[in-house]
């Protein structure tokens, strides 16, 4: 069985930066929302629903034993329900932190959003909306203030079981 692990969290949270030092290479939403951006680094709403189309398309036509995902807190109801129809074993970690921290990491990281977007994105009610529709997924809630290297023991171990 093919396993998924998905990282989800709002901007600046940390689901990068645990990502990359558990050195996998991992597909990105953001991957395929920044072609839809506009000069000024904004774009529709709508928008993210074709994003997020032509990442689970390409998941689907993925044959690797596991698949790592990031993603942001985005359409939770359309998100979780493409998640259960890719029909790979899933494992969630809700990447969680307070929404000023998010803020304050999103100014000083590599790829800061635009207001407006991350504003939008940082007053949504997470991980809530995502567990209305986690049904049968295992999930763990991360704490992204904690330091990197134990949230990493903890993934480390979960991807090990």
Known sequence: MRMLYVFIGKPGCGKTTILKHLGVKYHDVLYH????????GRMDEANTIKAYQELFAELKGLSNEKIFLELGTNHAEFVM?????????????????????????????????????????????????HLKYISGMKYYEL???????????????????
């Open 81 to 129: 329900k493409n998640i259960h129809e890719l029909g790979f074993e899933t494992t969630i970690f809700f990447c969680l932190l307070n929404n000023e921290e998010c803020l304050r990491r999103n100014k000083i990281g590599n790829n800061p959003m635009p207001e407006e977007p991350l504003m939008r994105r940082i007053i949504r009610v997470f991980p809530d909306e």
């Open 143 to 161: 704490d992204m203030g904690k330091n990197v290297e134990e949230n990493l023991l903890v993934v480390r171990n979960i991807i090990k079981e």
């Open 33 to 40: 929302i920044k072609k839809y951006f506009d000069a000024s």
